[in-house]
Each structure stands twice: as C-alpha cells, then as structure tokens.
C-alpha cells in the first residue's frame, strides 16, 4: 500500500461528508437560536479540510566540493504532502477552542538541506516519507470586545494557513483584545502578509512567506505551546507572545525550562488608506532564549584537525534578537505589492527556522480579473539572504548548522526569484506552477551558482 493512500481515502471521505456535516452544524444550534427564526449566529461548530501536494523536481548542480548539508550535484525530484482537519468549537461569548490534526508526509530536496530560503514551505526538516499523524495546533481563544458596534462571536475559521491570521479577526468593533493559549504556529498571528505566508496557496519559498531572519520559535513542523495577546484599537493593533522552544536545534521536543528557554514577539500593525487603496505596515522585535552556541566560540575552539562544532559551546541563557519591518499595498483592485525587510544579530546558531540572519524581499500578486479568470493569481518575488560575520567564519572553517553548511564557503548572498501560476478549477481545488531560481545556494559561489527548481502543486480545501 503506498504511503499516501491514506491521506487520499480520507480526503475522499471527508468530500462525501462535507455537506451533512454543514447541515448537522446548522440543526445543531443551541434550543434557543433554533426557536428564532431571524437568528444568525454561526454553528456551534466549524469544520474545514484541506490537503496539499508539491512535487519539486530541479537541473544538475555544479560544484567545486560538497558537504553534509549541501545540496546534491546530481539532477533529483521531491514530493510533499499535507492535509489538515480543521475543526473550531464555540464554548462561551467570545470564546472557542481549535484543533487541528495533521498528517505529513515526503520529504524535500536533498533531504531539506542545502539552501536556506528553502524551496518548499510545506517541507519540514524531518525528511520521513511515510504520512505521520500529529495535532498541529490546540488552543483556547478568548475575545472581549470593548464597543458595542460590532459582532462578538467567533468567526469560524477559515481553510487554508493563510487564513490562520483571521483567528485575530476584526469584525466591526473599533476595540477589542485577544487571548490565545495553547499549540499553535508564531506565524499564525504575527508577520502575516495577505500576498505571501501560505505556501498552500502562495508563494513555496521558505523566505517569502516568512521573514527569513525571524528565527520564530517553533519545533521542528512549525509549531509551539505559548500565550498570545492582540489589542485592537480602530485602525491600529499591538500583539505579544511568549512561548517554547525545542531543547535542541531543529528538535521536536519543546524544553520546559521556561526560565532560561523561551521566544518573545512585540508587533504593531497599522491599516491605512493611500489614493483609495488599502495598506499595512507592520513592525516586529524578538528576542529568543535557548540551550545555544555561538558561531565565535566554535571557531575559537576548533583546531587544524577538528572543525568548528557548535553544538560543543551550548549553555542555557544565549540570546537571539532582532526585529521585521512589513508591507502591503494595494495598487489596485487586481494588483498588490508587499515587501519585507528582517534581521538577527547573527551571533548564536540558528535554533528553529532557517539560516539566515539578514533578509530582504519584494514582490506582486495580479488577480486574473485582467484576462477574464477572476479567481486565478500570478505572484512574481525575489528575496536577498545574507548570513553575519561571524556566521560566515563558522561554515567557511567546516562547521555545519541543521540545514546548510558546504564545508568550506566562498560567500555571497543568496538570491532567489520565484514566479507561480495559480490555476482555479473550481471551489475547492486549484493548481499551481511553480517555478524558483537559487543564485548561491547557502551562500556559496562555488556550488552552482544558480539553480533551476521547478514544481507543480495540487491544493484542495473545503
């Protein structure tokens, strides 16, 4: 039996249930709001599915030298798979719990190694091809709502990743707080740019649908145990979290020693109006606390016959700070325009997200309005990396973090451009073409310099 017929059984019951389970959720109303006949208070219970599949295929890869992180010379293909039940239950005014069960599968290209905006958002560094079944998030979210101008229930939860910033949603009132506490995803409720956060639907690259920089506190799928808080105020909002992180670099186990093991977000976001269209800017500081090396240490340490190994200098209490600076613009009812600017000091190892401590990005997303497909999108990006000095020493001596390192390294930024087509079929399921070009994968001209990755994605969501 292949690894994935599962995952497709399940889609396929899932498609045959969907409309009961729509209509059991409106019969099963509480007494009281069935007894009204004007009433229109959402179900009790939401439930939403999605499932997605990216297989990634690239050219040969020249290089001078390889090394255990490095990407592979010859020609190779990759396939990824995700699908996600997303079930919201209201409990009290203002008040819902979520879980969302997972299961994962694949692996991406030369095992998830070897470029640090890496081409597959829906790659996790787990490298497991067979499916793996895991609660992805269960949280409590609880709103209290300040006027009186507005809706106060829960809104149920949209389909697809993207969509994970709605738990956060404004509905009419001009002030309201926010309190979120459970597992879940930092980039649920922060960094979340309507053009480019869901590789489901959006942009694949690591990269682009996060800042590169923020090394957001997350085990190794994505996902944390945590408090978040967002105080909205007319057009303004200010959101905060604390929350673990895994007790090695890219681990699943999360450490408990919350004193001197812990990520901390700060974020204000303001909405705007520029000639009739819409805008938001976006500013975000972190600090992360975690059992970490520092890349000038290892080097120190290392010796003619022993490279630089990081992992040699952890202790409880190494910082990691730095902040992200967002765009979104409408230019015009078809068109937008987002870019992203973020930095980390540079000086301890990368511990959840990616490698990289500087990044710059930009990018547009046309509707398909212009040539008569309303619902189909073309979004074209490019992004800068860059890694600090220290940074640079360390893999240029042979050290290695969890998803790069050449073994040597004749450094410069690395440049990745993406452009994907979205194809709607219809309601539920779309298509993409994905194409990627990768200049200096992991900061090393003499591998490549460019590489060619193609892909072609498959989502489906009800």
Not at 228 to 239: G, L
Not at 382 to 400: F, K, P, T
Not at 442 to 449: H, K, L, S, V
Request: net charge negative.
């Amino acid at each position: 039996m292949s690894h994935y017929t599962i995952p497709l059984l399940l889609i396929a019951v899932i498609a045959s249930c969907h409309n009961t389970v729509a209509c059991a959720a409106a019969r099963e109303l509480p007494s009281t709001v069935q007894s009204d006949s004007t009433a229109t208070s959402p179900p009790w219970f939401d439930l939403h599915f999605q499932m997605t599949s990216i297989t990634q295929g690239r050219d040969v890869l020249r290089a001078q030298y390889s090394g255990q992180n490095s990407l592979r010379e010859p020609s190779e293909t990759a396939m990824s798979l995700t699908a996600t039940l997303f079930f919201t239950a209201r409990l009290w005014q203002g008040a819902d719990v979520t879980f969302h069960p997972e299961i994962a599968g694949g692996e991406g290209l030369s095992g998830a190694t070897g470029v640090a905006g890496f081409p597959n958002g829906e790659t996790f560094r787990v490298g497991q091809a067979k499916p793996v079944l895991y609660p992805a998030r269960l949280y409590l979210r609880q709103r209290f709502d300040f006027t009186k101008d507005g809706d106060t229930s829960s809104a149920a939860l949209a389909k697809s990743r993207t969509s994970q910033k709605e738990i956060f949603q404004r509905s009419g009132t001009t002030s309201h707080l926010t309190l979120v506490l459970g597992k879940f995803s930092a980039a649920d409720f922060f960094d979340e740019s309507s053009y480019s956060h869901d590789p489901r639907t959006q942009f694949l690259n690591w990269s682009l649908m996060s800042a590169g920089a923020w090394d957001y506190p997350a085990d190794t799928r994505g996902y944390t145990i945590g408090a978040a808080a967002k105080w909205t105020i007319n057009d303004w909002a200010f959101s905060t979290m604390v929350t673990m992180v895994p007790t090695t670099a890219n681990g699943l186990e999360l450490d408990t020693r919350i004193g001197g093991a812990f990520g901390a977000a700060l974020q204000a976001e303001h909405r705007y109006t520029l000639s009739g269209q819409k805008g938001i800017v976006r500013a975000l500081a972190f600090r992360n606390i975690a059992n970490a090396g520092t890349y000038r240490e290892a080097v120190r340490l290392a010796t003619p016959l022993l490279p630089p190994d990081i992992t040699q200098t952890r202790r409880y209490g190494t910082a990691k700070y730095g902040f992200v600076l967002g765009l979104e613009q409408e230019i015009s009812n078809n068109l937008g325009l987002f870019a992203r600017a973020s930095w980390n000091d540079g000086t301890s190892e990368t511990w959840a997200f990616t490698e990289i401590d500087h990044s710059a990005c930009v990018g547009i997303q046309l509707d398909g309005n212009l040539w008569q497909r309303s619902d189909d999108v073309i979004g074209i990006a490019s992004v800068l990396n860059g890694i600090s000095g220290d940074h640079r020493q360390y893999l240029a001596d042979g050290g290695y973090g969890f998803i790069i390192g050449d073994g040597a390294l004749r450094y410069a930024p690395e440049w990745i451009s993406e452009i994907y087509y979205r194809f709607q079929l219809n309601d539920w399921c779309s298509i993409s073409a994905d194409y990627q070009c990768v200049v200096n994968p992991a900061y090393n001209q003499d591998r490549g310099p460019v590489v060619h990755i193609g892909a072609v994605r498959i989502h489906i969501e009800f």
